[in-house]
């Protein structure tokens, strides 16, 4: 029998250019291969990685191409350079004529097979980078094989990072590379963690060579077809390397721990020979928590089509995203919160959730893509509580920051009696983050109470809100608990439940019965975060109750059963003590320990919990066995989990726990559990599997239980070897990446920028909804029209459209403001920002032989000139530009118009400008466009809408997210992708909808 063939065979066959891309990407595909069809570079052999000669004369002829490409570019970058050393590094620090951020840094390493591209092509790449950018650009002139191996190069990348860190703060820099940069930047942060240095704010790779095995899929499937490169690396690896292992890590950065990394944007073609290095590294950090974004081009080869559209949309597409770092609110009104030490129990609210908002937002805050987390609670007075509660502001840590808002009332109020102070709260609250210079991007309630504050907030300033319930009243319902409000606390949760823009929980169960349990439709709006647990560090010593046991017991070497809730009916405590009370054998085996909040605290209902308690604990027989400390702190607690993880367990024998943060408290420490079966808890034994789960109604399922794993020395070690090496699972780091990750999809976009005419206009049913949404919306709204202002004004009047909050004109060459009494002016500075590099008379003096019809003088400007002209016109242009050398953007649109603009003007540079004056970066705005002239808009921008009408100018714009191509057409499909993005209503049905023929 002839065996199955294990891989596929491909019948000879010619494999044209897709008419998918544009034609300028086309016709470089094309250029890439010769008269019989093999890619040009497939002629070019590398040396033996051993042959330094050979290695040494291919460099100069590389280097010499390189110069001589240089001196033919048409394109000279503008900004400032100047080159200085960081340690054994050369650094080529290159500076734009108006950088977007003066305290920011944007680390640089070239591409060119870890074996060229040095030098005067380091330095040249490092202008033209700053100039697109607009950012200061640190490009490392690495020092190459076969003179210096791995890891110089290396130890290069790392300097410089070092010295950038004394110069910028970690999150104010981006490191980036293309092709053999992305190796050594995604090895630089692997080296940079090892060593303990802040990560940057965010890493950009470029068709990294991330793996120098070329183990991927691509290595094979596309060889031949990338036409930059046709075939392996694999000698220029080895010449890199130097005999040290291609696995390594820090060789191949694919095969490193990338937990923790930055933010990452990957970027690849279909034709890359590198596309299972960037798909594979990007499926590595999200397996790591870490956000990453991967952007795969139709058809495009190693390093891009050289000058194409799509190549233009692909150097912009991580621009919008360096910089917009997140603003997080946290809002919980109950309880004691403060910075810790918290003093647990003090109040019947001071419990896990306290906690978890602690945990939450310094864990968040630690990522270089948060800006600043605030958590914000109520501010009152109370002489038996601390007096920090009444401070209007406390740092917690770095990043991180508690403010408390006062009402009228400054009383301490329990969670039942903060109804009536809630709409001077939400009041107070939405006045701060009108005060605010920045508004945060999101906001996470805490409870119910906090979830109807942050609806008010939505409802005003367009700010999403995350509701994570903690303890939900229809569980209470369930359980039969009934109790003053509750009715009125389910409807709240439903209302909450029903307006956040998500919900996050800790475990499956509480997603699908707890929260599924309203009836409220979700969608996918829940998200299943589990939360971290802090590892608590034992301080043994005599003042830990731990230490003192023998206080309590007749035989205080036996192992300890240990339980920690509030004393309320609920958490099922008495149920646990009448199991150990009614089993002689389980006495003998173990003692038992209730930490039961801080008896001094105790309200009405507790102190009756309280009460039973020791009423078990006082049975005959029982003195001596059972412990009931009046207080405890964090270091009872820290040494007590040590002590039962000496032979002891963990008991949680609640009716129902919504959670179950100390069984995950309980794992890190070693202690097997015995835990209810109801809720949460099933959820993290299966996961741990460090315990049993028992039905918290059946007292002697509990003693058994207990016993079982105490009086199994065996058992015992399993269940405590399961603890250790999987509470890991339960991790902070992880829960940040997770929602910072759900927050950036949240993010209102700040900005609508709209062109007008075949947008906004073109049907009367849609301007006129777009003008009432415009009245009722609180979103800023600009214009960017090729129409000069006077042109423009005019269209808006003619067709009742509102007017914007700011004009972007001529195709982006003209920005016009509000100048405070009625009228606009121009905005100077942004058109000062358009002289670097634009000779305005040269360029006409160029173009007045071709015969172009020019468009009246008035559509010109000081960085425009106009014609009309079809595509062949356009491309005439180009190349009469090109030709004369001289800097300028040719775009073609509508089919007739053609605008030749300053190099760095456009519509998406304009609205950068703007946006740059309210703190927003181009990931905030929207782009609504139609034709050619907005593609740059809408390519660059965090969302953009094609409406239905759009021309065939667009079709090149690759898919992405935040890219919506709509059905209806002119405003009615700027209203529709408004919807879409949960900014409008939905587009209103009388709307004329295109119906295909």
């Known amino acids: ?328 609110v946290h809002l919980a009104l109950g309880g004691c919160l403060k910075a810790p030490p918290v003093n647990f129990g003090v109040t019947a609210d001071t419990g896990g959730h306290i906690a978890y908002v602690l945990d939450a937002a310094c864990h968040q805050a630690l990522r270089s893509d948060v800006d600043a987390v605030t958590i914000v609670t109520r501010c009152f007075s109370d002489e038996r509580l601390d007096p920090v509660h009444a401070q209007a502001e406390e740092v917690v840590a770095p990043k991180v920051t508690i403010r408390r808002i006062a009402t009228a009332d400054h009383r301490y109020l329990e969670k039942e009696a903060l109804g009536a102070d809630l709409a001077a709260f939400t009041e107070a609250f939405c006045e701060m983050i009108e005060r605010e210079e920045r508004r945060p991007d999101v906001i996470h309630a805490h409870f119910a109470d906090a979830a109807a504050v942050a609806m008010a907030a939505q409802r005003r300033f367009g700010i999403p809100f995350v509701y994570t319930p903690h303890a939900l009243g229809i569980d209470k319902r369930m359980q039969r608990l009934e109790c003053p409000g509750l009715d009125a606390r389910i409807a709240a949760e439903r209302a909450a439940i029903e307006g956040a823009s998500a919900i996050v929980v800790s475990t499956e169960e509480e997603a699908a019965r707890q929260v599924g349990g309203y009836g409220v439709a979700l969608g996918d709006r829940v998200t299943v975060v589990a939360p971290g647990v802090p590892r608590r560090d034992c301080v043994p010593g005599p003042d830990t109750l731990a230490d003192r046991l023998g206080d309590w017991f007749e035989c205080p070497d036996l192992p300890i059963i240990l339980a920690i809730a509030r004393p309320v009916a609920k958490k099922n405590l008495a149920a646990l003590a009448r199991a150990y009370a009614d089993d002689p054998a389980l006495q003998a085996q173990a003692n038992l320990v209730i930490l039961a909040g801080q008896h001094a605290y105790a309200s009405a209902d507790e102190r009756a919990s309280l009460a039973e308690l020791q009423a078990i604990a006082d049975r005959p027989g029982m003195r001596g066995r059972i412990a009931l400390p009046p207080q405890h702190d964090a270091d009872d607690v820290a040494a007590l989990y040590a002590r039962a993880a000496r032979g002891g367990v963990f008991v949680n024998p609640a009716l129902h726990e919504p959670f179950g943060l100390t069984l995950v408290e309980a794992a890190a420490a070693g202690v097997p559990v015995v835990a209810t079966r109801n809720g949460g808890p099933a959820d993290i034994v299966a996961t741990i599997g460090h315990g049993v789960l028992i039905d918290p109604e059946d007292t002697a399922a509990i003693g058994a239980a207990i016993r079982a794993i105490v009086g199994d020395p065996t058992r015992h070690l399993a269940f405590a070897t399961a603890a250790r090496t999987r509470a890991d699972l339960y991790c902070w780091h992880r829960y940040a990446a997770a929602t910072c990750a759900l927050y950036g999809d949240l993010a209102a976009p700040r900005l609508l920028a709209c062109d007008i005419d075949n947008t906004l206009t073109g049907c009367v049913e849609g301007a006129r909804a777009f003008a009432v949404w415009r009245a009722a919306s609180p979103l800023p709204f600009i214009i960017a029209t090729g129409r000069g202002f006077d042109a423009a004004r005019m269209i808006l009047k003619r067709w009742r459209l509102p007017q914007p909050d700011a004009f972007i004109v001529d195709v982006g060459t003209r920005l016009m403001l509000p100048d405070g009494t009625g009228g606009w002016r121009a905005c100077a500075e942004y058109a000062r920002t358009l002289d670097a590099g634009w000779d305005r008379e040269a360029v006409a003096a160029t173009l007045a032989p071709l015969g172009v019809t020019a468009q009246p003088a008035a559509t010109a400007g000081p960085h425009k000139i106009s014609f009309y002209g079809g595509a062949a016109d356009a491309g005439r242009i180009r190349g009469a530009l090109s030709a004369a050398g001289l800097a300028a953007r040719v775009i073609f649109s509508h089919g007739r118009l053609i605008d030749v603009l300053a190099p760095t003007g456009g519509k998406a540079q304009a609205i950068a400008a703007y946006a740059a004056r309210r703190g927003l970066t181009l990931a905030d705005c929207i782009a609504a466009g139609d034709s050619g002239n907005d593609a740059d808009m809408l390519a660059a921008c965090g969302h953009a809408i094609v409406v239905g009408n759009a021309g065939g100018e667009l079709a090149h714009l690759s898919p992405r997210p935040g890219l919506l191509r709509v059905r209806r057409h002119h405003a009615g499909g700027v209203l529709e992708g408004l919807a879409t993005l949960g900014l409008a209503d939905a587009s209103p049905a009388d709307l004329p909808v295109p119906v295909a023929a």
């Not at 290159?94 to 030098?119: N, R």
């Not at 919008?320 to 997140?326: F, I, S, T």
């Open 1 to 328: 029998m002839t065996a199955r063939p294990r891989s596929i065979r491909l019948t000879p066959r010619d494999i044209p250019s897709p008419n998918s891309i544009s034609p300028e990407a086309q016709a470089a595909l094309e250029r890439l291969i010769d008269a019989d069809g093999v890619p040009v570079n497939a002629h070019f052999t590398m040396p033996d990685h051993d042959d330094v000669a050979g290695w040494q004369a291919v460099k100069a002829s590389v280097d010499a191409h390189y110069a001589r490409m240089l001196a033919a570019a048409s394109d000279a970058p503008t900004a400032a350079v100047e080159t200085i050393r960081c340690d054994d590094a050369v650094v080529h620090v290159a500076t734009p004529a108006a950088p977007i951020a003066e305290d920011a840094v944007y680390i640089d390493l070239h591409g060119g097979a870890l074996v060229f591209g040095g030098g005067e092509g380091c330095r040249h790449g490092a202008r033209t980078l700053a100039d697109q950018l607009g950012l200061r650009v640190w490009s490392v002139d690495y020092r190459l094989p076969p003179e210096h191996p791995f890891p110089a190069g290396l130890d290069d990348g790392l300097a410089t990072y070092r010295a950038a860190l004394r110069s910028y703060p970690a999150e104010r820099i981006v490191v980036g590379g293309r092709s053999a940069g992305g190796n050594l930047a995604a090895a630089m942060l692997l080296r940079a963690k090892a060593e303990g240095l802040p990560p940057p704010a965010g890493l950009v790779l470029l068709s990294p060579q991330v793996d120098l095995t070329e183990s991927g899929d691509s290595f094979v499937v596309n060889a031949g077809m990338d036409g930059m490169l046709p075939t392996s690396l694999m000698s220029s690896n080895r010449l890199y390397a130097g005999g040290a292992d291609l696995s390594d890590p820090l060789v191949s950065p694919l095969f490193g721990d990338v937990a923790n990394f930055p933010p990452t944007f990957l970027l690849t073609g279909t034709r890359d020979l590198f596309l299972s290095n960037t798909v594979r590294m990007h499926r590595r950090l999200v397996s790591a928590g870490v956000p990453a974004d991967l952007h795969v081009f139709e058809a495009m080869p190693h390093g891009g089509f050289g000058g194409a559209p799509e190549d233009w949309e692909a150097a912009h597409s991580p621009i919008k995203r360096k910089g917009a770092l997140v603003i997080i």
